[in-house]
């Protein structure tokens, strides 16, 4: 396209949901209790978690990290969403979609390093139990959380410089409802294949790696339960673990469909339908996944709610 007949793109307009205004609003109130749920649940996950001594190990510490994610991963995408189905102004500056696109790309990152973090964490306390207090020390844990939250932010740099310093010379609108890297790169004007060439073999990289690590760990977990010699002790291993892999589940198969799989005639429906659900319904999942299936998480919950002193 020559890019010199056009304007540069200066704002954004997403694509609404629904072109229905009752149906908009329904939408609306939807997302909004579901986000609200979101953030609920996971500040009740982290003030449980640091006001109980019980829950004071390093799953627990890389949960509140989780949680923390969480709220942000969601608070990225979803004040704006709400803005716009009540407003006929769906908008966004350039400079604002790019801040937006590298947040949501960075805590995404940093998401995957953690749950691989939780995962190592999980194959040293069950193959390794009596050097697990020295191996995940408060110094290790501080300093593998700190690697998760700066590989989010050190990583996103190049996907999003290459995608912003692309020509955006119109169309302007986003076919999504938040600034993802699939439909941004739709409307560059200018060839984008050794762009996307990079793009796609980082973010393939840096989300991959973390899943491989996850793989390979529950490997070692699984060799360790099924040579051990009580039931007992193999359900309490399994049980431990089956939060975190439900999540991980959730998680990778979500991002997965949206990202890796073939295009089709009706994918954009499709994509809309995936970062659906992976941006606002299974950040609500997670708080109820990891308290309705732990104990003792549930006590310190209960405890919390209920006003009683849990020191």
Aim: charge should be positive; aromatic fraction near 12%; hydrophobic fraction near 50%.
């Amino acid at each position: 396209m020559d890019v010199g007949n056009h304007s540069p793109v200066s704002q954004f307009i997403f694509e609404p949901l629904s072109d229905i205004h009752t149906i908009q609003i329904l939408l609306f109130s939807l997302v909004l209790s579901l986000y609200l749920l979101t953030l609920i649940g996971n500040v009740f996950i982290i003030l449980a978690s640091l006001t109980n001594p019980v829950l004071q190990s390093p799953m627990y510490f890389f949960l509140r990290n989780l949680s923390f994610l969480e709220i942000g991963y969601t608070s990225t995408i979803i004040p704006k969403m709400l803005s716009n189905f009540l407003s006929e102004d769906t908008s966004i500056s350039f400079i604002g979609c790019a801040i937006q696109m590298y947040f949501f790309g960075s805590l995404g990152i940093a998401e995957c390093c953690l749950l691989a973090a939780m995962a190592y964490d999980r194959y040293v306390a069950i193959c390794c139990p009596l050097h697990y207090s020295v191996i995940m020390n408060r110094t290790v844990c501080l300093q593998i959380s700190a690697a998760c939250w700066l590989s989010g932010a050190l990583v996103v740099v190049v996907p999003a410089t290459l995608i912003f310093t692309l020509p955006f010379c119109g169309p302007n609108k986003i076919k999504h409802f938040f600034c993802d890297l699939p439909p941004l790169l739709r409307l560059a004007c200018a060839d984008t294949y050794r762009s996307e060439v990079i793009i796609y073999t980082v973010t393939v990289i840096f989300i991959m790696l973390p899943f491989l690590l996850i793989l390979l760990s529950y490997i070692r977990i699984l060799h360790a339960i099924l040579t051990m010699s009580l039931t007992k002790r193999r359900s309490k291993s399994f049980s431990t673990c089956s939060s975190h892999i439900t999540v991980v589940t959730l998680f990778y198969g979500s991002a997965v469909l949206t990202y890796l799989r073939p295009t089709s005639a009706n994918s954009r429906d499709t994509e809309k339908v995936l970062s659906f659900f992976y941006t606002v319904v299974c950040p609500v999942l997670n708080p109820l996944i990891y308290s309705l299936r732990n104990r003792e998480m549930k006590d310190s919950l209960k405890k919390l709610m209920s006003g009683r002193d849990i020191f």
